[in-house]
């Protein structure tokens, strides 16, 4: 049995007296490789506590850069390396921790054509990625290269872990969901909002789950554990299906092929909400920020109606602005005008949800009331108007 | 004839679908109309109406007439919920139970949740 470095007694001896970890639990921890695909909620407390633990060898995948949005949850990451790569700013964090344990700092995305030579070289792989593609790419590749996948989700006040392709019969990403949701049911952390301690409390659990496969104290049940942070009981644990036959992944004859376009499976690319809410869109339909800003400015009588829901209305907005989430809107546009004809603009974050409005507005108006919608939406205001209202 | 309550929870977004509740207690007879229809006439006792035990399948085409307060189509697909949707038995997946085919008992724990993505 080889020896361990002498100061390695030190650091992890709390560990090592455990029963179930002892002096050849942390010998297998010194041995084992880890991929963490991702290094943003989910991926930096996990590689925090399989840093700390004394993984010999951990990779970090993400092609992503800092951004000071991040730092609210994505806890590695600091104000002095924002603008850096996600991958290498989590691995500087984690050098100075833990200087004994090898990081391969990968900033390429993954994708089909990459995703067995970038996994192979590890025993197990962590998804803490942030979209449905890559769920399923990584499900694929793990199946292909025969290893175990810690899965991490999480949204709002919600997360959800699993183990996939893992044990004598365990099934994979593809065994529970054959079928990709529908593109519009699919929302990012930036549309929906995430917080902070719940992507860290599943990071954790990543990393322990991956550390007991590691140990071998993992019991190879299928199972989904799923928090809810404003439940009463916050955990619970969900008995799942084993593998499938029929799975096209995993199953008897399995038949994906290495070429599937992961993106085009899944419904196509995630819409870019700030260009889309930037179209010029038909004349005098929509409205520049500096056509806004000119008609407040010039006193003339006008209704401005900002469609957010009311906890975003409720963050910011402008000065005599009215609050009408889109939903209310959509159910009754003609309550929503004002027995005048003094001109509407409408209102949202980023100009997209505003055209909705706006067009259900203008198909109920009978007579000569001016309905636009704001190009760009507050995010545009802000940027071009008057740089002291907040961007969030 | 015997009445089931069912505690049917939501979660992972699934609730917007549903006036925002997380919970809710469903009452329905034990014996429901073979032909799917979800109306208080068709639910009556008495109806002429051939009868079938309720099943999940049934329950879920409930949920949609009665309750779903959004569009249809962010629930159910080809008849069963859409693809993304985990529903469970007493928390165990609904796979595992013979899905929409699982006979309902009074007291039962469904749960409707939405996988997540983000991260």
């Given at each position: ?38 290094a ?28 000071l ?8 990451h600091?104000e ?13 964090a ?7 344990v090898?990081l ?20 197990i ?21 025969g290893?175990p ?14 183990v ?8 994979c990403?593809?065994c ?15 549309e929906?909002?995430i ?17 007991k496969?590691i140990?071998g ?7 989904l ?6 439940g ?12 499938k ?22 419904g ?32 003339v ?10 906890t ?23 309550k ?36 636009k919608?704001?190009?760009g939406?507050?995010?545009a ?12 | 004839?015997?009445q ?29 109309p ?33 309750l779903?307060?959004e ?6 697909e ?38 997540l993505?983000?991260?």
């Open positions: 049995m080889s020896a361990l470095p002498l100061l390695d007694y030190q650091r992890y001896g709390r560990q090592m007296i455990l029963d179930g970890i002892g002096f050849p639990g942390q010998v297998k921890l010194r041995k084992a490789s880890v991929a963490v695909v991702g943003g909620g989910l991926g930096c407390p996990a590689l925090q506590y399989l840093c700390a633990a004394g993984i010999g060898r951990i990779g970090i995948i993400d092609h992503d850069r800092v951004e949005s991040n730092l609210q949850r994505q806890i590695l600091t002095e390396t924002i603008g850096l790569h996600k991958a290498e700013s989590a691995a500087r984690l050098k100075s921790m833990n200087s004994d090898l391969d700092v990968q900033t390429v995305a993954v994708v089909a054509d990459n995703a067995r030579e970038l996994l192979a070289p590890y025993d792989l962590l998804d803490c990625t942030d979209n449905v593609p890559t769920r399923y790419l990584l499900s694929d590749t793990a199946v292909a290269l290893k996948l810690v899965s991490g989700a999480a949204q709002k006040f919600e997360g959800q872990l699993s996939f392709n893992y044990g004598a019969n365990g099934p990403y593809r529970l969901y054959p079928t990709p949701p529908p593109r519009e049911t699919v929302g990012s952390c930036a929906l909002g917080f902070g301690v719940v992507t860290g409390t599943i990071g954790n659990l990543q990393a322990l789950e991956t550390i496969i140990l104290l993992h019991d190879e049940t299928p199972a554990l799923i928090f809810s942070a404003l009463t009981p916050p955990f619970r644990s969900i008995k799942l299906r084993s593998k036959e029929s799975c096209l992944a995993c199953g008897k004859s399995p038949r994906i092929p290495s070429s599937t376009d992961y993106v085009q499976f899944c196509g690319p995630a819409p870019d909400w700030v260009s889309l809410g930037q179209s010029s869109g038909k004349a005098n339909q929509r409205a520049k920020v500096e056509e806004l800003r000119q008609a407040i400015e010039s006193g009588e006008l209704s401005i109606i900002d469609v957010r829901p009311p975003e209305f409720g963050i910011c907005q402008l000065p005599g602005s009215r609050n009408i989430p889109l939903k209310a809107l959509l159910e009754d546009p003609k929503c005008i004002d027995s005048g004809t003094e001109p509407v603009y409408v209102v949202c974050r980023l100009g997209n949800d505003s055209q909705i409005a706006a067009k259900a507005l203008r198909s109920q108006i009978e007579g000569e009331i001016t309905v919608d704001v190009i939406g507050l995010q205001w802000s940027k071009e108007i008057d740089p002291s209202f907040p961007i969030y | 004839m015997s089931l309550s069912l505690k049917v929870e939501f979660g992972g977004g699934i609730e917007l679908l549903f006036s925002k509740k997380h919970t809710i207690t469903v009452e329905l007879p034990a014996l429901v073979t032909d799917d229809s979800t109306d208080d006439q068709s639910l009556m006792e008495d109806t002429a109406k051939e009868k079938k035990p309720a099943n999940l399948a049934y329950l879920v085409l409930y949920l949609r007439d009665r779903l307060t569009r249809a189509e962010l629930f159910v080809n008849g069963t919920v859409r693809p993304g949707i985990l529903v469970l038995v007493n928390d165990t997946d609904w796979q595992l139970e013979g899905e929409g085919d699982y006979e309902l008992k009074d007291k039962d724990n469904i749960v409707f949740i939405s996988t993505h983000g991260g």
